[in-house]
Antibody, heavy 115, light 107 residues
Framework: QVQLKESGPGLVQPSQTLSLTCTVS????????VHWVRQPPGKGLEWVGA???????DYNSALKSRLSISRDTSKSQVFLKMNSLQTEDTAIYFC?????????WGQGVMVTVSS | DIQMTQSPSFLSASVGDRVTINCKAS??????LNWYQQKLGEAPKRLIY???NLQTGIPSRFSGSGSGTDYTLTISSLQPEDFATYFC?????????FGGGTKLELK
């Protein structure tokens, strides 16, 4: 069955780089795109970026200068790297598969930006 | 970007009630509208896709309707497990955008 699972550090210092991994199973990264979505505490969902099945990427225009998404298809993993983190980047980060909008989601990983 | 305005933000209801949640898009989204349920600590779950298509395994008390810019999620008879947060997603135009969410609470 389709599964996605996020992993990464729970705490990142301001100005540092966030690195998250989304490990997927039940589908191929060359057949479906994977997106990152985040949710600050008590707030709504924000699309962060995507890596499409062909390997191209798209990013939220507000985050584009700080963001990089890549993948390792042999390991069924998608990677998110965001630099120059600020407190406003504190959020739950989800990875989700694209099929008719988003169909399957990971549980999310809470990332706190704090010194 | 298409703006999605979801209402209400909070909703108090009782078991057995019929409730509706609305999403209004800033432009026509051609029925590319999904509804999701989110519980604390869990992955969001897709309930409805493309306005009115029930996701496999989702109870029939959930239904969706709408067209153009206005869309509605209806729960016909609330069950205890339905108290959660609901949000909509438009996937007509990239970047896809979300409604602000509706927290459904037990009255």
């Amino acid at each position: 069955q389709v599964q996605l699972k996020e992993s990464g550090p729970g705490l990142v210092q301001p100005s540092q780089t966030l690195s998250l991994t989304c490990t997927v199973s039940g589908f191929s990264l060359t057949s479906n795109s994977v997106h990152w979505v985040r949710q600050p505490p008590g707030k709504g969902l924000e699309w962060v970026g995507a890596i499409w099945s062909g390997g191209s990427t798209d990013y939220n225009s507000a985050l584009k200068s700080r963001l990089s998404i890549s993948r390792d298809t042999s390991k069924s993993q998608v990677f998110l790297k965001m630099n120059s983190l600020q407190t406003e980047d504190t959020a739950i980060y989800f990875c989700t598969r694209s099929a008719g909008g988003f169909d399957y989601w990971g549980q999310g990983v809470m990332v706190t930006v704090s010194s | 970007d298409i703006q999605m305005t979801q209402s209400p933000s909070f909703l108090s209801a009782s078991v057995g009630d019929r409730v509706t949640i609305n999403c209004k898009a800033s432009q026509n989204i051609n029925k590319y509208l999904n509804w999701y349920q989110q519980k604390l600590g869990e992955a969001p779950k897709r309930l409805i896709y493309n306005t009115n298509n029930l996701q496999t395994g989702i109870p029939s008390r959930f239904s969706g309707s709408g067209s153009g810019t206005d869309y509605t999620l209806t729960i016909s008879s609330l069950q205890p497990e339905d108290f959660a947060t609901y949000f909509c997603l438009q996937h007509n135009s990239f970047p896809w955008t979300f409604g602000g969410g509706t927290k459904l609470e037990l009255k």
